[in-house]
């Protein structure tokens, strides 16, 4: 870094002001009980900037990383107390021991000239000590107020570790199961994406940022990092303008509307322009159309990336790029350390660029309370992890998110006390994930500080206790043919399972098959170790890998009933099962507590409600796949539309919002007001005009009535789907614009209210090049999934 000799002895008077001023009031770990205003955060943000070197102020939109490998220090050779002691940062990541976090903190805190806290970043994704379900999971339940509950939690726990900020939530739709990273966001859908975005803001930040158990979020990954070309991570997304605003932008939108103070820009190029240093992305829709006040933090080293993309001609260029495009924070590759001081100097960029980036940093800082607060409280992180609601909540969220696929012969619930006169004596738990820990907790969860984790084998065992005999068989290793570059990393905890020859995969089927054969009844647990999904995992085909196929053949073909319990990260190629296995539950990542959430669901303690997230492909080669497609020139009701493969149905193995219960629901009544067609007969009109700009507030109401008429009590996740008939463009098939999550006991009728507003009823029109209302005959449905029959219709006039 470049030393401003000339500029700092101006400043001397300042520094001892200042040193005086930032010095730590309080050196406890709890934060402020009166939180600044919004004035004092900005007066004092103010204050300091004008204290600070450039050296100071470039230190702060840096975030250094906590991994000592040599690969990571490429552009910064001193080490990080150096740094820490001389300039201070802006942020430090990958530590996650709460020691050494607090040991860097005193050093910035006490050591450094102007005595700025250190922002501690970590991927808490759905959990620090107690890990949830993965997010695709907890999109799953279709329940917001759960998944606010959780991310709580994992606020909780992780700001008690001394981390105040968390990479999430990440809202990247995912329209193609080959990308690996669709297990981190919550699917392929917009509205439910927004949903999802909304409820993890809050249960992250809460209401007051300054709170002790708090941290700040940061949405991810700005943007279209899903729609990478054939799902290949890292690959170029090619998005038009309309897809952006209508299909991946909205997350983020609803993620900055409940207050997000971070976002971190994405890796992949975006149309040819990277997204960290994508100007469009990074300015004009974040901050010229959005108003976004907080900073921006590219993904790690994205900014020395610019260089290997081939969008900036070398690292400084890359540092000037991603600057001057709108990216505040540069996370680990330490470009802006080395290089903004000398295009400083150069007079390439204005001290005024770097004051403006550089106060939502420090205003985030001081809205935080880490100036009166910077240290952890180690004497509440013992009580903090171990807190039992947390893994009572935990196990809710696996009974809440998981999904029954199939049921057929109504073969789930178990019957463990032989209360239908079917009693289970011996069950066989057989496949290479019956008894997975970590693989339970998938990639991030598997990262932080998890606690203990329940197998599946586990799980039965504690539900049926010794009347039952409960054996396992592993049956074939599960490893990937490309290794995982993320394996050995030394704050990566992941391993492959060991290879096999042919002939050990062979025999470790037959010793499954012979215990299926003795035992009443075979819970066969497949997937996906958590290498398999995630970063850097994404695939070519959704096989059951490694032999797992086979394995389940085998054991159907002993005559045995049979359950598949899926772990995994994105839906897999299930079509034999789909046809031979009688009952399949999607389990996802289900974390910390999943062997019991799956125990209670197995044996009825708890009712499947979990509702897909994403439309369920029959194989690879019918990837992107989405319900929420336009129509094409062949009418949907012709004969031959279904299948545009000649070798393959066009429509999925099981749709987007599909999901069973062990009771049954049943959906009618539908009324739409005013402009209803209901029956074939208009009964009102309403105008409904203007674009986003317009002060409409007239709104279409519509109501169902749900019904539970099975004999159990159960949940059900009611869902609006709207069709706008024609328009300025053509509008989807159908679209996601309500739903709600109720529980209904046996012979339970209940009505469901929705409102249709101008949020649900606009879209971005290619044509109009804005957000538009327009007048237009839409379709209404209702029901338990995208294939939902309960129809109306209502017009809009002008
Ligand atoms: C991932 C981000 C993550 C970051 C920090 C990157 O490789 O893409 O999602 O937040 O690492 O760990």
């Given at each position: 870094m470049t030393i401003w000799p000339a500029v700092r002895s101006s400043l001397c008077f300042l520094?001892?002001?200042?040193?005086?001023?930032?010095?730590?009031?309080h050196l406890s770990g709890q934060a402020s009980a009166n939180p600044l205003t919004e004035q004092?955060?900005?007066?004092?943000?103010?204050?300091?900037?004008?204290?600070?070197?450039?050296?100071?102020?470039?230190?702060?939109?840096?975030?250094?990383?906590?991994?000592?490998?040599?690969?990571?220090?490429?552009?910064?050779?001193?080490?990080?107390?150096?740094?820490?002691?001389?300039y201070g940062a802006g942020s430090v990541l990958w530590v996650s021991d709460p020691k050494e976090i607090d040991r860097l903190q005193h050093v910035a805190v006490e050591q450094s000239r102007l005595h700025i806290p250190v922002l501690f970043g970590l991927d808490v994704i759905h959990g620090y000590h107690t890990i949830f379900p993965a997010p695709i999971a907890m999109a799953s339940s279709w329940d917001t107020k759960m998944v606010e509950g959780a991310q709580a939690v994992a606020a909780q726990e992780a700001r008690a570790a001394g981390i105040q900020w968390t990479f999430a939530p990440m809202v990247d739709i995912a329209r193609d199961a080959r990308w690996g990273r669709m297990v981190e966001g919550a699917g392929e859908d917009p509205f439910l994406g927004a949903a999802m975005a909304r409820a993890q803001v809050l249960g992250f930040q809460g209401k007051e940022l300054s709170a002790p158990d708090r941290v700040l979020a940061c949405v991810k990954h700005f943007a279209g990092y899903g729609a990478a070309d054939g799902g290949r991570d890292y690959d170029s997304s090619y998005i038009p303008e309309e897809e952006m605003w209508n299909i991946y932008l909205p997350p983020f939108k609803a993620a900055l509307d409940a207050g997000v103070g971070s976002v971190m820009s994405a890796y992949m190029d975006l149309n040819d322009v990277p997204a960290s240093g994508n100007p469009w992305l990074l300015d004009e829709v974040l901050r010229k159309s959005w108003g976004f006040q907080g900073f921006v933090v590219s993904d790690a080293f994205a900014v020395r990336s610019l260089t290997t993309h081939g969008y900036a001609r070398d690292n400084q260029d890359a540092a000037h790029k991603a600057f001057t495009a709108g990216l505040n924070m540069d996370m680990a590759s330490g470009v802006?350390?080395?290089?903004?001081?000398?295009?400083?100097?150069?007079?390439?960029?204005?001290?005024?660029?770097?004051?403006?980036?550089?106060?939502?940093?420090?205003e985030t800082k001081f809205r935080m309370g880490l100036f009166e607060h910077p240290y952890t409280d180690e004497s509440r992180l013992e009580q903090t992890l171990n807190d039992p609601t947390h893994r009572q909540m935990a196990r809710a969220a696996v009974q809440r998110s998981t999904v029954l696929l199939r049921n057929e012969g109504r073969l789930l619930p178990l019957d463990k006390n032989g209360k239908t006169g079917k009693a289970i004596h011996s069950i066989a738990v057989i496949g290479p994930l019956g008894d997975a820990q970590d693989d339970l907790l998938s990639m991030w969860g598997a990262m932080t500080k998890p606690g203990p984790t329940v197998s599946v084998v586990q799980g039965i065992r504690d539900k049926v206790g010794s009347d039952v005999s409960v054996a396992y068989a592993h049956g074939p290793n599960l490893t990937r043919q490309f290794p995982s570059p993320f394996e050995g990393i030394p704050i990566v905890p992941m391993k492959e399972q060991p290879a096999q020859t042919p002939q050990e995969a062979q025999q470790s089927i037959q010793d499954a098959v012979a215990l299926a054969r003795r035992s009443d009844v075979a819970v066969v647990v497949l997937g996906e170790i958590d290498l398999m999904s995630a970063e850097y995992a994404s695939r070519s085909s959704l096989r059951l890998s490694n032999g797992q196929q086979e394995l389940l053949e085998a054991v159907a073909g002993t005559g045995k009933p049979v359950v598949l319990v899926l772990i995994n990260g994105r839906p897999l190629d299930i079509t034999w099962a789909a046809e031979h296995v009688p009952a399949i539950l999607e389990a996802w990542y289900p974390g910390s507590e999943g062997g019991h959430g799956i125990a209670d669901l197995l044996?009825?303690?708890?009712?499947?409600?979990?509702?897909?997230?994403?439309?369920?492909?029959?194989?690879?080669?019918?990837?992107?796949?989405?319900?929420?497609?336009?129509?094409?020139?062949?009418?949907?009701?012709?004969?031959?539309?279904?299948?545009?493969?000649?070798?393959?149905?066009?429509?999925p193995l099981y749709p987007f919002g599909y999901g069973l219960s062990y009771t049954t629901f049943s959906f009618d009544n539908l009324k739409v007001t005013p402009t209803a067609r209901v029956g074939g007969k208009i009964v009102g009109e309403t105008s409904v005009g203007g674009t986003n700009k317009g002060t409409n507030k007239e709104t279409i109401a519509v109501s169902a009535d749900v019904t539970n008429t099975g004999g159990r009590a159960g949940d059900t996740v009611v869902q609006l789907y709207i069709h706008q008939r024609a328009g300025s463009a053509s509008r989807p098939v159908r679209q996601l614009k309500g739903f709600e999550r109720l529980t209904l006991e046996p012979g339970a009728k209940r009505t469901v209210h929705f409102t249709l507003a101008k949020d649900e009823l606009q879209f971005w029109s290619p044509i109009e090049k804005k957000w538009t209302v327009e007048p237009a005959q839409f379709d209404v449905w209702v029901g338990e999934d995208s294939t939902a029959k309960l129809h109306g219709e209502f017009r809009l006039t002008e």
């Open positions: 520094i001892l002001v200042g040193a005086f001023l930032c010095q730590p009031q004092q955060v900005r007066d004092k943000a103010s204050a300091l900037l004008k204290q600070m070197t450039p050296d100071e102020k470039i230190a702060q939109l840096s975030q250094l990383p906590g991994l000592p490998a040599p690969e990571f220090r490429e552009n910064v050779s001193q080490p990080m107390e150096e740094i820490l002691k001389k802006y350390l080395k290089y903004l001081p000398i295009e400083l100097q150069q007079g390439h960029i204005s001290m005024q660029q770097i004051d403006n980036a550089v106060l939502p940093i420090l044996f009825g303690d708890a009712n499947p409600s979990g509702h897909l997230p994403v439309s369920w492909p029959r194989s690879a080669g019918q990837l992107p796949l989405y319900y929420n497609h336009t129509l094409t020139q062949n009418p949907e009701t012709a004969p031959n539309f279904k299948s545009r493969y000649w070798d393959l149905p066009s429509t």
